[in-house]
């Protein structure tokens, strides 16, 4: 069974400064992708950042990064330049089993909830 | 584009009654999936579809109802509420199953059931 561990329940960050948030996950998939979802006090979920389990390279998109180490089975979420704007819970996920068609489940963490302070 | 539109926002039921939740996509999307999330625990998957006519049990399928008929539509039905299913629910759309698509969530329906 998939499991994901978001061990940072709240996390505080001046803005203008960089946040790791922390996810780790454990599969015995070979083949899985990694999400980072951003959910504001408004409830929507955003859409921040993919990373596959081939992926050589950590993804990025803009001030986000994925911190991806496979044989640490972590998926750390970098975000650079804090902004007031990023103050919101995040959420870690893993959809299981892609080569063999699984469907695009996915499997979500507890969560962190980041402030962003001035 | 709409996106994923979810109806109702709000909702209140009394324990028993019965209801619909309902989840449009307008992107074409083969795969749509509904789920709940609860104070501390997450997003946690409830049913889902690869496609019309096709459905499938999630994690937490006990006490609903799912169908998809068209592509478009994939409504989540409450057999008999219970305080148990008080939750925020979310549908979500992709593109097709085996490829690694973001999942496009709609607004989501907080439900109430006293």
């Known amino acids: 069974a998939q499991k994901i561990t978001q061990t940072q329940p709240g996390m505080f960050v001046q803005e203008k400064e960089a946040v790791t948030l922390d996810c780790t996950y454990d599969t015995s998939d070979q083949s899985y992708g990694l999400f980072w979802y951003k959910q504001p006090s408004s409830g929507e979920m955003i859409f921040l950042i993919y990373?596959?389990?081939?992926?050589?390279q950590n993804a990025t998109e803009g001030r986000y990064s994925l911190n991806f180490q496979k044989a640490r089975k972590s998926a750390n979420l970098v975000i650079s330049a804090s902004q007031l704007g990023d103050s919101a819970m995040y959420f870690c996920?893993?959809?299981?089993?892609?080569?063999?068609?699984?469907?695009?489940?996915?499997?979500f963490g507890t969560g962190t909830q980041l402030k962003v302070e001035l | 584009n709409a996106g994923v539109t979810q109806t109702p926002k709000f909702q209140v039921l009394k324990t028993g009654q019965s209801m619909t939740l309902q989840c449009a996509q307008d992107m074409n999307h083969e795969y749509m999936s509904w789920y709940r999330q609860d104070p501390g625990m997450g997003l946690r998957l409830i049913h889902y579809?690869?496609?019309?006519?096709?459905?499938d049990q999630g994690e937490v399928p006990n006490g609903y109802n799912v169908s998809r008929s068209t592509t478009e539509d994939f409504p989540l039905r409450l057999l008999s509420a219970a305080p148990s299913q008080t939750s925020v629910y979310f549908c979500?759309?992709?593109?097709?199953?085996?490829?690694?698509?973001?999942?496009?969530f709609g607004p989501g329906t907080r439900l109430t059931v006293t």
């Open positions: 579809s690869v496609g019309a006519g096709i459905t």
């Open positions: 996920a893993m959809r299981e089993d892609i080569l063999t068609g699984g469907g695009n489940k996915l499997t």
């Open positions: 979500a759309s992709s593109y097709h199953e085996g490829a690694n698509y973001e999942q496009y």
């Open positions: 990373q596959g389990s081939y992926d050589e």
